[in-house]
T-cell receptor, first 110, second 115 residues
């Protein structure tokens, strides 16, 4: 699976959009981009995934660049409860074995 | 509905003892996974069960680790002759189908401390 690079930490003001970037320049054509988050002392939580089109669900939006070498997870109105470590994972459709890197620590501040 | 549950939530054991960790996946989910997260480390894949297929054991760190899934539902992870380096949070996850295998629902984990 392709390697991902994320900033180690980011801050966001409560109520503002949080934009979390991820670089995956070696992604191959059959690999998807998945995002998970882990709130302190909890198990990881699936957020969203995409192949090449932008995706939106009730939790977030995922923007994937046209060359698919990077993506951005957008939390449109961050709340204090969104403070967590966010993981960007690149994996084949039937990969199943998630590989979690260091992720981005997002701190939402009031 | 009910999520993935794990028991016990905390386990303290002495070096050399065997431990069993239990996972109850979401009802109807066909796949079940075990991961572990050591202090300050990322999540590490251990083993994966999909339906009636042979499990993928490629992440088990040693032959002291084993897991089984009975009746396609509940799973038990067994660690024999525990060592201090086995101290970690052991996380179980399940997914609804093979097509959605990467959408994994995680339990709260079992925190294992080996003294």
């Amino acid at each position: 699976d392709a390697k991902t690079t994320q900033p180690p930490s980011m801050d966001c003001a409560e109520g503002r959009a949080a934009n979390l970037p991820c670089n995956h320049s070696t992604i191959s054509g059959n690999e998807y981009v998945y995002w998970y988050r882990q709130i302190h002392s909890q198990g990881p939580q699936y957020i969203i995934h995409g192949l090449k089109n932008n995706e939106t669900n009730e939790m977030a939006s995922l923007i994937i660049t046209e060359d698919r070498k990077s993506s951005t997870l957008i939390l449109p109105h961050a709340t204090l409860r969104d403070t967590a470590v966010y993981y960007c994972i690149v994996i084949q459709q039937y990969g199943n074995k998630l590989v979690f890197g260091a992720g981005t620590i997002l701190r939402v501040k009031s | 509905g009910a999520g993935v549950s794990q028991s016990p939530s905390n386990k303290v054991t002495e070096k050399g003892k065997d431990v069993e960790l239990r996972c109850d996946p979401i009802s109807g989910h066909t796949a079940l996974y075990w991961y572990r997260q050591s202090l300050g480390q990322g999540l590490e894949f251990l083993i994966y069960f999909q339906g009636n297929s042979a499990p993928d054991k490629s992440g088990l760190p040693s032959d002291r680790f084993s897991a089984e899934r009975t009746g396609g539902s509940v799973s038990t992870l067994t660690i024999q002759r525990t060592q201090q380096e086995d101290s970690a949070v052991y996380l179980c996850a399940s997914s609804p189908s093979r097509d959605r295998g990467n959408e994994q629902f995680f339990g709260p984990g079992t925190r294992l401390t080996v003294l």
